[in-house]
């Protein structure tokens, strides 16, 4: 069921989200030792002279709480760990009654004292970076030798803190044989949750090759087809047809409820504060210095577009699974420069859509 965690491309909905997301990231900076070769944020060894002031900072998550109590909130980078306030700062928005879980870069500085502060400091979840099942082909893609280890005893010192542990892993022709080798690492390391990231090509990830429409379908059936199995949960991210392929899988018709994707349950906040409906849809809505990002999130003409799935163009907009998936919006962004055009990425053909397909006159892969 596409309801069901296991199989459901983001959380269950339970609030609105016209009102409020169900996960707010924000990018507290863009620097990084890592140099990743599908780096969405071009991350750069030093910060970025504009980056919010703590002072800002505190502010945006005071903002935040606006949304109301226990909103999720994502600090991601760069690496986060990059800014000397980070621990601060998650101990300022737990202290606000907000949810706060990091993505750290696997690097050195990730020591178990690090680990433990951020777990002091109320951290909710760590979520780390895992594209290889070996030292020698993670390490490759993240452009550091050493990043696997690093990742593995921050892993374990996330279990000794208590701190439940997500691992993301971005899907592209070269990760592709690795998944069942990594799926088996993510049980092993006592995971909760494996967030399985299908490419869009922006920023440094533009020079990997995404997987074919339709070699895509067939790891989205392999992940159906095994998450019951698995002791973790598993989600899609900049993949919402996962949740068509589960009711195709399981014979049932297409159902309403609608997963989160970009401006719809999901907003992004940038390094310098520009609020964007994802980090992988580089269309700004406004800056968080000048307005509230509650205020963007909700009113935003931008926002309420991407909410409405009757706005959709070519062959998301005239999809029967449009109310439940709706298409990445930020990987159809990428490939024609309209956020409400088709996903490129998916093989399914609406029985009443006669348009141009999205790979042309070629087939939709191997
Ligand atoms: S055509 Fe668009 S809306 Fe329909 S399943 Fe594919 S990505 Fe989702």
Not at 155 to 175: F, I, K, M, S
Request: a negative charge.
């Amino acid at each position: 069921m596409a309801s069901s965690p296991r199989r459901s491309a983001g959380p269950p909905r339970q609030v609105d989200t016209d009102e409020r997301p169900l996960v707010l990231i924000w990018e507290l900076t863009q620097a990084c030792e890592l140099t990743c070769e599908h780096c969405r944020a071009d991350a750069q060894p030093d910060r970025h002279p504009d980056e919010l002031t703590t002072a800002a900072a505190e502010r945006l998550l005071e903002d935040v709480r606006e949304f109301g109590e226990g909103q999720l909130v994502v600090f991601s980078g760069g690496d986060p760990l990059k800014r000397d306030d980070a621990v601060h700062l998650v101990e300022y928005g737990t202290d606000l009654g907000l949810n706060v879980t990091m993505t750290p870069s696997g690097t050195t500085s990730l020591t178990p004292d690090a680990v433990a502060d951020l777990a002091d400091a109320g951290l909710r979840r760590m979520a780390l970076s895992l594209d290889g099942a070996t030292a020698e082909r993670h390490d490759a893609f993240r452009g550091e030798a050493g990043s696997f280890a690093d990742t593995m005893r921050a892993a374990q010192a996330a279990r000794d803190e208590g701190v439940p542990l997500q691992v993301n892993t971005t899907v592209c022709r070269r990760t592709v044989p690795d998944l069942p080798e990594i799926a088996d690492l993510v049980a092993d390391l006592g995971a909760v949750l494996w967030s399985v990231f299908f490419l869009v090509p922006v920023g440094r990830g533009a020079a990997l090759d995404p997987l074919s429409p339709h070699r895509a379908e067939r790891v989205m059936e392999w992940l159906v087809d095994r998450s019951d199995e698995w002791p973790f949960g598993v989600k899609t991210t900049e993949a919402p047809h996962y949740r068509r392929v589960a009711v195709q899988r399981a014979d049932e018709p297409p159902g309403r409820q609608m997963g989160i994707t970009a401006g719809d349950g999901f907003a992004f906040v940038s390094h310098v504060g520009d609020v964007y409906p994802s980090g992988f849809l580089p269309e700004s809505a406004g800056n968080v210095r000048e307005e509230s990002v509650v205020e963007l999130y909700r009113n935003s003409a931008l926002f309420e577009s991407l909410r409405d799935p009757d706005r959709l163009n070519g062959k998301c907009g005239a999809c029967p699974y449009r109310t439940m998936c709706g298409g990445s919006r930020s990987r159809a962004y990428a490939a024609t420069g309209d956020p409400l055009g088709s996903d490129p990425l998916c093989s399914f053909v609406p029985e009443k859509y006669d348009g141009p397909l999205p790979w042309g006159e070629e087939s939709a892969g191997d």
